[in-house]
């Protein structure tokens, strides 16, 4: 059975910092691309940050600067950290996993580009 589970999430102020997790398990972890999406109530799922299973890193350009995502195959769990937050990030942010596809890096950003996916973990900085 195949889960993503995040954690992490929180009420934090303007400025602060959050790192997510997004624990994985029933899948060969190591050959995963991996993904973190966001939502806020009303609007399209959008894309926030991406990592192949050889550790390249691709971020939104919202968020670029300000968010960093990594890996450890070890714990089969990816990490989104996140600095310098505002307002505008909150959201219900989730974890989404892709099996091994040749051509991830050209649909990265599109939810449909993805085969399992988290409940979520809601993210609320205020102002």
């Known amino acids: 059975q195949v889960q993503l589970i995040e954690s992490g999430g929180g009420l934090v102020q303007a400025g602060d910092s959050l790192r997510l997790s997004c624990a994985a398990s029933g899948l060969t972890f190591s050959t995963l691309a991996m993904g973190w999406f966001r939502q806020v109530p009303g609007k399209d799922r959008i894309f926030v940050a991406a990592i192949t299973a050889n550790s390249t890193t691709y971020h939104a350009h919202t968020v670029k600067g300000r968010f960093t995502l990594s890996r450890d195959n070890a714990k089969n769990t990816v990490y989104l950290q996140m600095n310098s937050l505002k307002p505008e990030d909150t959201a219900l942010y989730y974890c989404?996993?892709?099996?091994?596809?040749?051509?991830?890096?050209?649909?990265?950003?599109?939810?449909?580009?993805?085969?399992?996916w988290g409940r979520g973990t809601q993210v609320t900085v205020s102002s």
């Open positions: 989404a996993a892709n099996l091994p596809d040749p051509l991830f890096e050209l649909g990265y950003e599109r939810t449909y580009e993805y085969d399992y």
